[in-house]
């Protein structure tokens, strides 16, 4: 059935150096995607969102990639720091049904 | 404040009794989610709520587990016999009536002994 997941369930990168998460999905209708962020202890917390009639959206060292072509999401993290180390789940939507949530990812930085 | 909150934040109880699981969403918010986070895990929903309209039961894994919202504010999810497996983070949700975005509580950890 339709489902969203992640490549990759762990990632750990230096500190200064930019992280990529990547996230998978299957529903071609998807026409609304979000990031969330959850460290440890604590609900996720909303990052960044893009919509379908986009490819690229940026934040304050966030930047959000989706490609419909090969439906894949992708969070992008410059210059991470040790506060960035969480669990990141990538989430989609299309039309009226909500939200559906992947497994998420664990970036943990490296000082 | 302007999060949603939840109550207690931790929870310890024993097999077999009652526990209520209490959300408050952001003001002024129409629809609350309930999900379920195992450990290390993903979200799973519950139950879905949006306005005055019969909420969504569909992801209540018993008939032990239920939910209510009373006055279109406050939520509170009840899980009556507890057992251990039903040992999780239980989140709450809220999102504005012209909005896609949902917003997260801090969560309750619940653990039964």
């Known amino acids: 059935g339709e489902s969203v997941g992640l490549h990759l369930p762990t990632l750990s990168v230096q500190e200064g150096d930019n992280s990529i998460i990547n996230c998978a999905y299957s529903?071609?209708?998807?026409?609304?995607f979000i990031w969330y962020k959850q460290e440890s202890g604590k609900g996720p917390q909303f990052i960044i969102d893009?919509?379908?009639?986009?490819d690229k959206r940026q934040g304050q060292r966030v930047t959000v990639l989706l490609n419909k072509t090969v439906k894949h999401l992708s969070l992008q993290i410059a210059a991470t720091q040790p506060g960035d180390s969480a669990v990141y789940f990538c989430?989609?939507?299309?039309?009226?049904?909500?939200?559906?949530f992947g497994a998420g990812t664990r970036l943990t930085v490296k000082p | 404040g302007a999060g949603v909150s939840q109550s207690p934040s931790n929870k310890v109880t024993e097999k077999g009794k009652d526990v209520e699981l209490r959300c408050d969403p952001i003001?002024?918010?129409?629809?609350l989610y309930w999900y379920r986070q195992s450990l290390g895990q993903g979200l799973e929903f519950l139950i879905y709520?949006?306005?005055?309209?019969?909420?969504?039961k569909s992801g209540l894994p018993s008939d032990r587990f239920s939910a209510e919202r009373t006055g279109g504010s406050v939520s509170t999810l009840t899980i009556q016999r507890t057992q251990q497996e039903d040992s999780a983070v239980y989140l709450c949700?809220?999102?504005?009536?012209?909005?896609?975005?949902?917003?997260f509580g801090p969560g309750t950890r619940l653990l039964v002994l």
């Open positions: 949700a809220s999102r504005g009536l012209a909005s896609e975005t949902q917003y």
């Open positions: 893009i919509r379908s009639n986009m």
């Open positions: 709520f949006q306005g005055n309209s019969a909420p969504d």
């Open positions: 989430a989609e939507k299309d039309g009226n049904n909500d939200m559906r």
């Open positions: 529903n071609s209708a998807s026409d609304y």
């Open positions: 003001s002024g918010h129409t629809a």
